[in-house]
């Protein structure tokens, strides 16, 4: 079955109509289906209750910041921020996209109150907070970045989706596809049992007690010096697998290694936003986690056609993931 996606566009309305349609166009050329009030924006509470059924019926929301803060209610928050609280709250995956150079656009596109700029960066500091946001600077780089992140998520967060109604498979085939299913599975789990026992073990590579040096950039934010810092840090081999693993017991594409490593060191090290790992870095953990049989790296067709690279975690590298990240009982307790 053809399945479809329902993508919820969110963003303030007259300064980004471009971007908008840019972001609409890239989530149709991947077989999507975009929805959003380009005309009829909310403006009012019932029109936001409107709009939040409209948030029901889709799998994921993609909410885009420039350098507005937007309409606001009576209570001075904008019916942007108010859809973005209300995907979260239930639960949908949200696609974050913040504008990296604010002083950059047109005079005429951004806030000129102070108040209300001041509740623009407030509002980005709750999006970055939590989740992994992506950074644009033009519309080009928006493009990118949706498709990219948009693929990442329906692989590792797949949603409910729509069918055709006279495309839905016959109870016997659905039998059928399931037996094949359990059928491939098996194969995967005797081929990985397989690579770990023929794997090489290299006495010279570095262990789980060693350190990796991870270089990484992250945003800064201020009305004179917004920018991107170069930095780096040594992290453990052990410390990378922690992060890495538990986003990998089902399979996933490899940006989720940036994403896990930016995650633990902004919950654990530094709190900071808009974290990107170094890409050639990515890759060497990649490839060290594989030569040391904790992950495995293959490749799968689209359906669509094109091929798709997935990472997953190994018997071996479950098995050592949960001798580092059990519960250990108190060794006070009597």
């Not at 709750?126 to 989740?131: E, L, P």
């Not at 040096?213 to 004179?224: F, N, V």
Request: charged share 25%.
């Amino acid at each position: 079955m053809s399945k479809k996606y329902q993508i919820f566009v969110s963003s303030t309305f007259a300064d980004l109509k471009d971007e908008r349609q840019a972001v609409i166009k890239s989530i149709l050329d991947l077989n999507c289906i975009p929805a959003g009030m380009e005309a009829f924006p909310a403006t009012d509470q019932s029109q936001l209750q409107y709009i939040n059924k409209i948030i029901d019926q889709c799998d994921y929301y993609v909410i885009i910041i420039g350098a507005r803060y937007g309409s606001i209610d009576d209570e001075g928050v904008s019916f942007t921020e108010r859809e973005y609280d209300y995907a979260l709250g239930t639960g949908k995956t949200i696609l974050a996209f913040i504008h990296s150079d604010p002083d950059s656009i047109p005079a005429g596109r951004t806030d000129k109150n102070p108040a209300l700029e001041a509740k623009l960066v407030a509002f980005k500091d709750k999006i970055s907070s939590g989740r992994l946001v992506k950074f644009w600077s033009n519309e080009g780089e928006l493009k990118s970045n949706l498709v990219v992140s948009l693929i990442a998520a329906i692989s590792e967060f797949p949603a409910t989706g729509w069918v055709r109604g006279d495309s839905i498979a016959s109870p016997k085939l659905l039998e059928q596809l399931n037996t094949l299913r359990n059928e491939v599975e098996e194969l995967r789990s005797e081929n990985s049992k397989l690579k770990l026992s023929l794997a090489p073990h290299p006495e010279e590579a570095a262990n789980l007690e060693d350190k990796f040096e991870i270089r990484y950039t992250h945003k800064t934010y201020g009305r004179y010096d917004a920018g991107t810092k170069h930095t780096s840090l040594k992290i453990s081999w052990s410390s990378i697998l922690g992060a890495i693993g538990p986003e990998i017991l089902k399979p996933a594409q490899p940006e989720i290694i940036n994403y896990a490593i930016s995650r633990y060191i902004r919950e654990n090290i530094n709190n900071l936003h808009g974290i990107e790992i170094y890409k050639s870095d990515c890759n060497i953990v990649k490839v060290h986690l594989m030569a040391l049989s904790l992950i495995d790296v293959y490749s799968a067709e689209q359906v669509g056609g094109g091929v798709v690279e997935f990472v997953k975690i190994t018997d071996k590298g479950l098995l050592t993931l949960s001798r580092l990240l059990m519960v250990r009982k108190d060794s006070n307790l009597s």
